[in-house]
């Protein structure tokens, strides 16, 4: 039956021809790839969860009167969006577990993007032929960002209704076209009634289509280029090393999906996140004591706070403070992101194709520079919780922000030095950062002592093992082989015995 | 060719049977949970329970697949081939000239129609720019530059009550709104009952706004637009609870603190014969944070 459906569909789509080289598609075996794959199935959970969420949400800014089972609310004037929200949380059934499923997957989502970004740059993956990929994963991140803020703002809660009150202000501080912009996003002057509605609609299905989009792209262009992989024995640039795509990839990855599925279910279940029936609907002239966005927000935010209150005055025109804070900073950070491969290329001199990856350690300038400016935006990050820190430390407002003034420029050189320093360390010592290999030490019955090295943790790559050219192999027969009975009993002590010539 | 005995044909497991072993169990486990999530579910129960058996479930299910590729497998490694993306210059040339060649020949040879399409798919390409600019909303014009408050009006509480001298206790704030946008966004303003009493003078030419101890400010902050809602009454300074920018009230809600760097507008208020709190007149500034064309130098 399956066969004959397959038959029929292969014989309109050729799917066969070119199919086993699609199955022997060579992965490699280090941790760092999967940071990207948790980013691609945290998306899907987003999807997932967000379909469900779409069926009961009504995206209105329109009053009603809550009625709903929750008693401090009920008799409240809220908007719609708020009141189906809540109608979310406490009536469908299902509903607060996707809400809050929802809202982790997003936070995981932008997480694992920033990090396996992070992975790309210090392993200087981003360098030719990758550069492009580089650019579509940059973009990725900043649609990410602005659809979790969009997400974040949709139930009209008192402290998200605050963040977008902010977001119009930050419109509004760009020259020549801010106020534009602010009118035309809005539909009028803030608060005006259609933002929601055009929220929504760009969270739930602009934003998502692209990303889809260029996810395809990214994943494209990963399968176009084949991955990049660290200097191990056999490894070259003109080969992959790795486990083969079908089965032993797929089994692998196929569990990943279910495994973050897991998770954020196990975080939607026990680690409340945004109750916005605590924080009350949207009204604008309320707002509450510690208002902090998403994490990803933060840097944001913090710079806002951390901004000295300067604008610049000219004839019948300004620039306002916002402006530097929240539209120049995060405009050069991501022009710099978006050229740095050009940037790099340029200073070193290096145009030339690289498959082998770096170690962090072997390039001190790109990882001191690369620490140092992740510590710039850290620090800035810390800077959204100015006000939580005074309260926390007993200390003065004041004491704290000039604090983090002189942090946000202390901190990044101090980083700058100490990582090269490490690096340059990391560089003398010999072996390093290699897995360490215990050895076993065993007591024979006549008094004598026998040490023979552990076993590697298994399941990572053998670096004394050479790689098989996947192509050569009969895969059936190799799997026949490897699910056999172990002729002789495992020995329970742990020591795996790597046969002497592999040694 | 590496024959079937080589130890990169071996499964990655010390030992295969406890691998086995646990990918069974992790199966099992899901099974179990998946069926209690069903069963949570149809009975309606908490979020916790909800989670929890579709978190152990999901992890289970996920932690047998990867177990199952990660330990029951050939262990390897295995390599494929890797082609170069540098393509040959010459492999380049032949195909950018036939690219060329061949649009030469058909547009050179139509250049008429060549120049007609250009200039339909330009209009076509300008025109589908106007929906965004005539009906994503208005333009902003002078909205920014005004707002509800006027000559006389009265300040007029959430609840719509007109807000008199005596409604205010010493050292106390209310968010008031001029009566016919009560609740506005733009036109919330905090008014303040300072210790003192008499005429209140923030900055010179302002001697008559502050009638009775009575100040009003716009409170909307200049920074990012957040309600300055905080007021300390022993210092008499408000502060803005999103970026921490406080103001005092006293010398006209000058900024003393934090990133704001414009005073709050200041309204002009008086008592009118029946002891009510009025508005001499609108703001006489833009309120809230900055825009390019706001200009002035305040």
């Known amino acids: ?44 959970v987003l999807l997932a969860t967000g379909i469900f969420l779409t069926f009961y949400f009504v995206p209105s800014s329109h009053d009603v009167i809550y009625s709903g089972s929750y008693a401090p609310l009920k008799g409240q004037s809220v908007s719609e969006a708020y009141n189906s929200t809540i109608n979310i949380t406490f009536a469908v059934r299902g509903g607060l577990l996707m809400r809050q499923m929802h809202h982790w997957a997003a936070n995981i989502f932008v997480g694992s993007i920033v990090v396996h970004m992070l992975r790309v740059f210090f392993t200087g993956a981003f360098r030719r ?35 977008i009150r902010i977001a119009f202000s930050i419109l509004e501080s760009v020259p020549f076209v801010g106020t534009y912009l602010a009118f035309f996003l809005f539909g009028g002057n803030y608060p005006g009634t259609s933002l929601i509605v055009r929220f929504y609609i760009i969270h739930v299905l602009i934003i998502p289509l692209i990303i889809l989009a260029l996810l395809g792209a990214h994943l494209g262009m990963l399968v176009r280029h084949k991955h990049t992989q660290f200097r191990a024995r056999g490894a070259r640039e003109d080969n992959v090393v790795g486990t083969p795509m079908w089965p032993g990839f797929v089994a692998k990855t196929t569990g990943f999906l279910f495994l973050i599925t897991g998770i ?111 510590s710039f935006y850290f620090v800035l990050f810390g800077a959204s919780a100015t006000d939580v820190l005074a309260n926390y430390l007993s200390v003065t407002l004041n004491l704290v922000l000039v604090s983090f003034r002189v942090l946000c420029i202390a901190v990044p050189i101090i980083v700058f030095f100490v990582a090269y ?41 053998h670096p ?28 329970s002590s742990g020591v795996y015995r790597i046969p002497r010539e592999y040694r | 060719m590496i024959g079937l005995d080589a130890p990169q044909f071996e499964v990655a497991a010390r030992n295969p049977r406890r691998a086995e072993k646990a990918v069974l169990l992790s199966f099992f486990i899901s099974l179990l949970a998946f069926a209690a999530f069903g069963g949570a579910f149809w009975v309606n129960a908490s979020n916790m329970w909800l989670g929890a058996t579709l978190g152990v479930g999901m992890s289970a299910f996920g932690y047998g697949f990867v177990a199952w590729g990660k ?22 040339d032949l195909i950018v000239a036939d690219f060329a060649s061949r649009g030469r020949v058909a547009i050179k040879r139509r250049s008429m129609l060549a120049l007609m399409m250009g200039a339909a798919g330009a209009v076509f390409g300008v025109v589908a720019i106007f929906p965004l600019l005539r009906s994503l909303g208005p333009v902003p014009k002078n909205a ?37 946008d009560v609740g506005g966004a733009l036109s919330q303003t905090v008014l303040i009952r300072l210790q003192q009493s008499g005429d209140i003078v923030t900055e010179p030419g302002r001697e008559t706004w502050g009638p009775n101890g009575f100040l009003a400010f716009s409170k909307v902050c200049t920074h990012a637009g957040c309600p300055v809602g905080l007021y300390e009454e022993l210092t008499q300074q408000l502060l803005c609870p999103c970026h921490q920018s406080m103001f005092d009230v006293r010398a006209g809600a000058q900024p003393i603190f934090g990133p704001a760097p414009r005073p709050l507008a200041q309204l002009p208020l008086y008592v009118d014969s029946s002891g009510y709190l009025r508005a001499q007149k609108g703001f006489d500034e833009p309120i809230g944070p900055g825009f390019w064309y706001r200009g002035g130098t305040t």
Not at chain 1, 468 to 484: G, I, M, Q, R, W
């Open chain 1, 1 to 44: 039956m399956i066969d004959q459906l397959y038959e029929w569909i292969d014989n309109r789509l050729a799917i066969s021809r070119g199919g086993r080289h699609l199955l022997n598609k060579i992965f490699p075996d280090h941790w760092s790839f999967m940071i990207g794959e948790i980013a691609l199935y945290s998306f899907i």
């Open chain 1, 129 to 163: 032929p990758r550069e492009i990929n580089w650019m579509v994963g940059a973009t990725l991140l900043i649609l990410a960002i602005f659809n979790g803020f969009l997400g974040y703002s949709l139930p009209d809660d008192l402290v998200s209704g605050t963040g």
């Open chain 1, 264 to 374: 954020t279910a196990l975080l939607g279940a026990f680690v409340q996140i945004n109750p916005i029936w605590i924080y009350g609907p949207y009204i604008p002239y309320k707002v509450s004591y510690a208002v902090q966005p998403d994490w990803y927000m933060g840097w944001l935010d913090g710079a806002l706070r951390v901004m000295p209150s300067w604008e610049i005055h000219l004839p019948g025109h300004m620039v306002p403070n916002a402006f530097f804070p929240s539209v120049l900073l995060p405009g050069v950070t991501f022009t710099l992101i978006y050229l740095w491969p050009f940037i790099e290329a340029m200073f070193t001199g290096d145009r030339a194709e690289h498959h082998l990856l770096d170690r962090p350690r072997d390039r001190p300038l790109r990882t001191a520079l690369g620490c140092a400016v992740f």
């Open chain 1, 421 to 461: 320093k490490i690096c340059l360390e990391l560089q003398g010592t010999p072996g390093a950062g290699q897995r360490k290999v215990h050895n076993v030490v065993t007591r024979s019955e006549g008094g004598g002592y026998e040490a023979a090295p552990a076993a590697q943790y298994p399941g990572y790559a």
């Open chain 1, 464 to 491: 004394e093992l050479e790689p098989v050219p996947v192509d050569d192999v009969d895969f059936v027969s190799a799997l026949v082989e490897a699910t056999k009975e172990p002729e002789a009993p495992v020995e």
């Open chain 2, 71 to 92: 330990y029951l497998m050939p262990r390897g490694p295995f390599e494929e081939p890797r082609a170069l993306m540098t393509v040959e210059q010459e492999e380049r």
């Open chain 2, 144 to 180: 920014l530059n005004t707002t509800k408050w006027r000559k006389g009006s009265y300040l007029t509480t959430v609840d719509n009550e007109h807000v008199s001298v005596n409604d205010v206790e010493v050292g106390g704030i209310l968010t008031v709104f001029p009566q016919d």
